[in-house]
């Protein structure tokens, strides 16, 4: 029984770590292809729509490729939803911090569930 608790919590800490790197390489890439702005008029950043593409983009991928690691590691699905719940959590916590627009908030959500669902999906089409 240790052993499977342990297993499943080292699973999803390397899945976090997977799906974290991910996302950061997602926002590098996104602010490389097209950079933000700054409006000295307003004072405030505009972020053009080809970073948030690549920010959801990432978001998708780091949740599939975290939970599917940590989903393999564990033997189980209830650690790639950690990984997930951790995705969320953390865009949620960005968009809100920049406070941005209901619409990324609701990916930031709805994203990283159909990922870690398709991940759950791969891993059992694998096992099968």
């Known amino acids: 029984m240790t052993r499977n608790i342990l297993r499943s919590a080292i699973a999803a800490v390397v899945g976090i770590i997977v799906a974290f790197g991910l996302i950061w390489l997602a926002q590098y890439a996104g602010s490389e292809i097209s950079p933000s702005e700054y409006d000295a008029a307003t004072g405030e950043i505009l972020i053009p729509i080809g970073s948030?593409?690549?920010?959801?983009?990432?978001?998708?991928?780091?949740?599939?490729?975290?939970?599917?690691l940590a989903i393999r590691i564990s033997a189980g699905t209830g650690a790639g939803w950690v990984v997930a719940g951790a995705v969320i959590g953390a865009a949620l916590y960005t968009a809100v911090d920049f406070a941005d627009t209901w619409w990324i908030m609701a990916l930031g959500v709805a994203v990283p569930l159909v990922a870690v669902w398709l991940a759950q999906r791969a891993t059992s089409i694998i096992t099968e």
């Open 52 to 68: 948030t593409i690549a920010l959801v983009v990432g978001w998708f991928l780091a949740t599939f490729a975290g939970s599917w």
